[in-house]
């Protein structure tokens, strides 16, 4: 049934427009507009922020590189210069003669039982010590994760710090 009453049916569109004052406006094209170009110029901000970081990172590996390559060569240079002095040369020769004296010396010492049973214990507490501090380490790293904290509550009070290491590994070279 169709209602032809002009005033009826405008009392209807302002009940409508009533209502809809209550819900959500729907955003005009403007806006949309606006929201679109603020998403855009944030996403551009983002991606220039990455974009940045990564040159700096890669700028300082590549600092990094350098030094260690001028760090090997002036090792270089430095052991050239103790290699080329004679005084130092012979001083050497008289340091090897009792050298193999101490050698000899220490060579019978090892032999004895209990050196060998304290060397033997040794490496059986590096071993442990080594697996030990494998295992802290995931452990620490799964509750830095979870709290993003550097440090936890030991059980007589105290606060225990941690570190966690990061390491930029060698490049691949291309060839």
């Given at each position: 049934?169709?209602?032809?009453?002009?005033?009826?049916?405008?009392?209807?569109?302002?009940?409508?427009?009533?209502?809809?004052?209550?819900?959500?406006?729907?955003?005009?094209?403007?806006?949309?507009?606006?929201?679109?170009?603020?998403?855009?110029?944030?996403?551009?901000?983002?991606?220039?922020?990455?974009?940045?970081?990564?040159?700096?990172?890669?700028?300082?590996?590549?600092?990094?590189?350098?030094?260690?390559?001028?760090?090997?060569?002036?090792?270089?240079?430095?052991?050239?210069?103790?290699?080329?002095?004679?005084?130092?040369?012979?001083?050497?020769?008289?340091?090897?003669?009792?050298?193999?004296?101490?050698?000899?010396?220490?060579?019978?010492?090892?032999?004895?039982?209990?050196?060998?049973?304290?060397?033997?214990?040794?490496?059986?507490?590096?071993?442990?010590?080594?697996?030990?501090?494998?295992?802290?380490?995931n452990h620490l790293v799964n509750y830095?994760?979870?709290?993003?904290?550097?440090?936890?509550?030991?059980?007589?009070?105290?606060?225990?710090?941690?570190?966690?290491?990061?390491?930029?590994?060698?490049?691949?070279?291309?060839?």
């Amino acid at each position: 049934m169709a209602n032809d009453d002009p005033q009826l049916e405008q009392g209807e569109e302002q009940e409508a427009l009533e209502a809809g004052d209550e819900q959500e406006q729907l955003e005009s094209g403007e806006d949309l507009a606006n929201k679109a170009l603020d998403e855009t110029e944030e996403s551009d901000q983002l991606a220039e922020t990455l974009t940045s970081l990564q040159n700096l990172i890669e700028r300082r590996a590549n600092q990094l590189e350098e030094i260690k390559d001028n760090l090997k060569s002036t090792r270089t240079m430095l052991r050239d210069v103790f290699d080329n002095d004679g005084d130092l040369s012979e001083a050497q020769e008289e340091m090897k003669a009792h050298s193999i004296k101490v050698k000899e010396r220490k060579s019978q010492l090892s032999s004895n039982p209990e050196a060998m049973s304290l060397k033997v214990k040794i490496n059986e507490l590096r071993e442990e010590q080594k697996e030990l501090e494998e295992t802290l380490s995931n452990h620490l790293v799964n509750y830095h994760s979870m709290t993003n904290s550097n440090s936890f509550d030991t059980s007589d009070g105290d606060q225990w710090e941690f570190s966690i290491k990061a390491r930029i590994k060698p490049r691949k070279k291309s060839k």
